[in-house]
């Protein structure tokens, strides 16, 4: 029997290499650590060992239906795990490393846990643009299960001390390389030769997926949950949460964009990229706030603002 989840006392180590030794011997032990992504900080197990990845279940109090993305370092480790059809291999070759996902169906002898893909033909692969993620698969030479690294269903951290918020207690090691730059989980497809099907939008927006790959983009068949993860009520602040407000009403936290002036803005003038950076930080802000409330800025819907507004929509369900 694994201990308590409960009862970790949580080190918080600055990136470098004593810090890396030092997680990679916890991963090697089957012990789940937070590392960053360019995206949001993950909670990283060997994606091979199913105690390690019900370790990670277990930590963030997630329902086991929900499975995980394999982050990898190379092609090589990616094509033993995933079976890449053409426009795969495409889309690896132009995004990679960097914000996407890619849906495939799992190769019979991947020797990942079947945890991992929680019962589906298919598993999420990835291979992460950030300096800490990559030394760490290294280190430790086996792929990394990795979900954001927060309590199901509560907002993403990109920070090491939201790891530490809502992970705190549960994990043994943060490991801290600063805030993380994109700030919005990476983009899922399922890539197919007729087209492709956008599973989450983040980063890599639908028109950079149509441009590089020469094929249509779909959204994910509506009410159907292809990504379980893509659940109404996600990245959920405690508070209740007010969309495309234009200016603060009674008990409210106003999180501004643009010409809209809040208590904090995501950006002031109005860019997106930087908005989607601060997003979830800034709603850790308002959730810590002593207003009852949030409302939020309208966020246009083109480039990262479908993403942006994506996770909005979640965090007021
Ligand atoms: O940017 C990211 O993707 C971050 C960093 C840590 O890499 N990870 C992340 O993981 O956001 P998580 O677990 O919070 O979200 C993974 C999503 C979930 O919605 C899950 O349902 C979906 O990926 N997913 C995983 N495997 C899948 C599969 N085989 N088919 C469809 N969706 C899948
Ligand atoms: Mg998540």
Same mark, same amino acid.
């Given at each position: 029997?694994?201990?308590? /989840?409960?009862?970790?006392?949580?080190?918080?180590?600055?990136?470098?290499?004593?810090?890396?030794?030092?997680?990679?011997?916890?991963?090697?032990?089957?012990?789940?650590?937070?590392?960053?992504?360019?995206?949001?900080?993950?909670?990283?197990?060997?994606?091979?060992?199913?105690?390690?990845?019900?370790?990670?279940?277990?930590?963030?109090?997630?329902? +086991?239906?929900?499975?995980?993305?394999?982050?990898?370092?190379?092609?090589?480790?990616?094509?033993?795990?995933?079976?890449? +059809?053409?426009?795969?291999?495409?889309?690896?070759?132009?995004?990679?490393?960097?914000?996407?996902?890619?849906?495939?169906?799992?190769?019979?002898?991947?020797?990942?846990?079947?945890?991992?893909?929680?019962?589906?033909?298919?598993?999420?692969?990835?291979? /992460?643009?950030?300096?800490?993620?990559?030394?760490?698969?290294?280190?430790?030479?086996?792929?990394?299960?990795?979900?954001?690294?927060?309590?199901?269903?509560?907002?993403?951290?990109?920070?090491?001390?939201?790891?530490?918020?809502?992970?705190?207690?549960?994990?043994?090691?943060?490991?801290?390389?600063?805030?993380?730059?994109?700030?919005?989980?990476?983009?899922?497809?399922?890539?197919?030769?007729?087209?492709?099907?956008?599973?989450?939008?983040?980063?890599?927006?639908?028109?950079?997926?149509?441009?590089?790959?020469?094929?249509?983009?779909?959204?994910?068949?509506?009410?159907?949950?292809?990504?379980?993860?893509?659940?109404?009520?996600?990245?959920?602040?405690?508070? /209740?949460?007010?969309?495309?407000?234009?200016?603060?009403?009674?008990?409210?936290?106003?999180?501004?964009?643009?010409?809209?002036?809040?208590?904090?803005?995501?950006?002031?003038?109005? +860019?997106?990229?930087?908005?989607?950076?601060?997003?979830?930080?800034?709603?850790?802000?308002?959730?810590?706030?002593?207003?009852?409330?949030?409302?939020?800025?309208?966020? /246009?819907?083109?480039?990262?603002?479908?993403?942006?507004?994506?996770?909005?929509?979640?965090?007021?369900?």
């Amino acid at each position: 029997m694994r201990e308590n /989840p409960l009862l970790l006392e949580t080190a918080t180590c600055r990136y470098g290499m004593e810090a890396l030794a030092r997680a990679a011997e916890l991963i090697r032990l089957g012990q789940p650590v937070a590392v960053p992504t360019e995206t949001v900080y993950g909670l990283a197990a060997d994606a091979r060992d199913s105690d390690a990845v019900a370790a990670i279940y277990a930590a963030k109090g997630r329902p +086991d239906y929900n499975p995980l993305i394999v982050h990898v370092t190379d092609m090589e480790m990616a094509r033993g795990l995933a079976v890449f +059809d053409e426009k795969a291999e495409q889309l690896a070759a132009r995004f990679w490393p960097g914000p996407l996902t890619l849906v495939m169906p799992v190769r019979e002898d991947a020797g990942l846990s079947p945890l991992v893909m929680a019962g589906l033909p298919t598993v999420a692969i990835r291979m /992460p643009a950030h300096r800490a993620m990559q030394a760490l698969i290294r280190e430790s030479g086996v792929p990394l299960a990795a979900p954001s690294a927060n309590r199901s269903g509560a907002i993403s951290p990109t920070s090491a001390e939201h790891v530490l918020g809502s992970l705190g207690g549960r994990i043994a090691m943060i490991l801290d390389d600063g805030p993380t730059t994109k700030g919005i989980e990476s983009t899922i497809i399922a890539p197919g030769m007729e087209g492709l099907r956008l599973l989450r939008p983040g980063p890599v927006t639908a028109a950079m997926l149509e441009e590089a790959s020469g094929l249509p983009v779909s959204a994910g068949a509506a009410g159907k949950i292809e990504a379980p993860g893509q659940m109404e009520s996600h990245y959920a602040p405690s508070k /209740p949460v007010r969309l495309c407000a234009e200016e603060r009403e009674a008990g409210e936290y106003l999180i501004g964009f643009g010409s809209v002036q809040g208590d904090i803005s995501l950006s002031e003038t109005g +860019d997106l990229e930087e908005a989607a950076a601060n997003l979830f930080a800034a709603l850790h802000i308002a959730d810590a706030s002593s207003s009852t409330r949030i409302a939020v800025a309208s966020i /246009p819907v083109e480039g990262i603002g479908a993403a942006i507004n994506d996770r909005l929509k979640r965090a007021a369900a």
